[in-house]
């Protein structure tokens, strides 16, 4: 009972979020007024854009807007990649050594690109340095980088200029991620969340034994990982290490956490429009497809492994953080791979075959609720889709928000979602054909779905992984930085030339032949492209994966 409390708390406190939250992105976005805001961080927001030569002027084009952020996120990723091969020496209390450079690559790559996959042991490679200066200093930029990006897709869609990404970049730090990581910091510091640059403590146990207790300034990591949808742990154990995770109480946070924004961004999108219903029935939509999901995972989570049904007849524990029970562990795992943060508060590798393919089934749309910032350009390019495929079959012309949806809206909309399937399966079919590459533990249906979830995880910006992979090898290090980085900028690259074209166009008059968009039935008939599209590439691979498994299970 408690779960499924749990999941409406939860769907409650999102909704209504939302609403808040939304109405404070459209005012940071559309550049309104916030008094008491711009008293103080105006000076500060000028000042930074100065200093990196910005003028402020809005950008002409896609490449006006995409060669700063293409530049700085290059600065970014440099910093931290050199950060992380000269640790030892800098702020390193408990003398931890370098990192190999795949490691060390893949590691800045996945942070920079907001993915934070993790091919290492965080309290057993990193100094408070590295996790400090490197990867929290990445946790903000990828996500203000993501939402930067989302925004100037909105303001195309509504035929306006894209925006400045160095003012976007900066407003989402300073009036977004940064004011609410810390509050949250402080929450779950008064919940227990150590911070100290002190370093590891050596302890006696009391039965006399000498062990080592990992600490850090994890209150303030833990909560920009999740805000900002990032992920990646500061302890190996992630989200089901009470030093990140103290208590049910911050479990439920973190699981708003994850999808506040993304939740917020759509409401935003409706004032951006100025429909609001528009944007209410889209928010329906995720909320929709992400209810579906986590019943079935809760589910097959309480119902246990039929395996052992003769000898333990309950849910299934295993790898599961015994504070949290199964329930709300799937609960968390599918709000963790909808929401692109892909933190985990339980061992992904031990679900079940239904919960795995919740999991998997999330990562392929990259829609339910979805990235930051990106989370929503995905969600409307698959609006652009649904209108020009309904105008076709009803024989209307084909329009989005008064303005025609023609051939360079569709080619745009294809590739944005052929670039997933591409980084995902070309490189899991190598790692396949060859497995001294892949090192799977596991043979069969579950090495399959193993492998499969480790390139998904990179290439939708997501992070979490499934154990039973040696993936710290160099093979999965720089694979896995291809699909990071071709999940990543490749798409954003054709969601910004998508914009900027949508906004070049003329406004059309509504007439008796446009297509509504904002009914109910309209949104179904979007859910269903949405699932045939995301997921129909995929589903060969569900099929020989976590679906057979399922069957093998129950035989």
Excluded at 127 to 143: I, Y
Excluded at 182 to 208: D, H, I, N, Q, Y
Excluded at 284 to 312: D, H, K, M, S, Y
Aim: aromatic share 10%; net charge neutral.
């Amino acid at each position: 009972m408690t779960d499924w409390i749990q999941l409406a708390l939860v769907l409650v406190l999102v909704l209504a979020t939302a609403q808040v939250l939304g109405g404070h992105l459209w005012q940071v976005y559309d550049d309104r007024p916030q008094p008491w805001l711009d008293r103080w961080l105006r000076p500060v927001e000028d000042g930074l854009l100065r200093w990196v030569g910005d003028r402020g002027r809005p950008a002409e084009g896609a490449w006006d807007y995409l060669r700063p952020l293409l530049v700085s996120n290059l600065v970014f990723g440099a910093v931290a990649f050199l950060l992380l091969l000269l640790q030892p020496p800098l702020l390193n209390p408990a003398g931890l050594p370098g990192m190999r450079w795949d490691t060390a690559l893949h590691t800045t790559i996945s942070f920079l690109t907001n993915t934070d996959q993790q091919h290492y042991v965080p309290e057993q490679s990193l100094s408070d340095l590295s996790q400090l200066g490197a990867l929290q200093f990445l946790f903000f930029t990828s996500a203000a980088t993501g939402l930067a990006v989302g925004f100037a897709f909105i303001r195309g869609l509504c035929g306006r200029p894209l925006g400045n990404f160095h003012r976007d970049l900066i407003r989402s730090i300073t009036r977004v991620l940064l004011p609410l990581s810390l509050v949250f910091g402080l929450v779950l510091l008064l919940c227990g969340s150590p911070m100290t640059l002190a370093g590891p403590v050596r302890f006696k146990t009391l039965e006399g034994a000498t062990q080592i207790l990992d600490r850090g300034p994890v209150a303030a990591f833990e909560a920009i990982k999740q805000l900002g949808e990032n992920g990646g742990g500061f302890f190996n154990a992630n989200s089901a290490h009470p030093f990140e995770n103290p208590s049910p109480f911050t479990n439920l946070l973190a699981l708003l956490a994850m999808v506040a924004i993304p939740a917020a961004t759509i409401d935003a999108f409706g004032r951006f429009l100025g429909q609001r219903r528009q944007a209410a029935l889209l928010l329906l939509l995720v909320t929709g497809l992400f209810l579906a999901g986590a019943l079935v995972a809760i589910c097959a989570e309480q119902g246990g492994n039929p395996r052992l049904a003769t000898w333990l007849n309950g849910p299934n524990l295993e790898g599961k953080e015994v504070r949290f029970g199964a329930g709300v562990s799937a609960l968390f795992a599918t709000m963790a791979t909808g929401s692109m943060t892909g933190a985990a508060n339980a061992a992904y590798d031990s679900l079940m075959p239904l919960g795995a393919l919740v999991a998997l089934f999330n990562l392929f749309l990259q829609v339910v609720f979805g990235g930051q910032g990106t989370g929503v350009a995905y969600l409307l390019v698959f609006l652009i889709l649904t209108v020009f495929l309904t105008g076709l079959m009803v024989g209307r012309t084909p329009e989005l928000f008064g303005r025609k949806v023609e051939k360079a809206e569709v080619v745009w909309s294809s590739v944005i979602l052929l670039l997933h399937p591409l980084f995902v399966l070309v490189p899991a079919a190598i790692t396949i054909a060859f497995p001294s590459l892949a090192a799977v533990g596991n043979p069969g249906f579950h090495g399959l779905t193993e492998v499969v979830y480790e390139y998904a995880s990179a290439s939708a910006n997501n992070g979490s992984g499934m154990a039973g992979l040696g993936n710290s090898s160099p093979w999965w290090n720089l694979s896995c930085v291809v699909s990071l980085l071709g999940g990543r900028y490749l798409p954003i690259v054709a969601l910004l030339f998508l914009a900027a074209g949508f906004a070049r166009k003329q406004p059309v008059p509504p007439s008796p032949g446009t297509l509504a968009t904002d009914t109910p039935l309209f949104t179904v008939v979007t859910a269903v492209v949405v699932l045939i599209l995301g997921a129909l590439t995929f589903f060969p691979v569900l099929a020989l994966g976590p679906i057979a498994e399922a069957f093998s299970l129950s035989r």
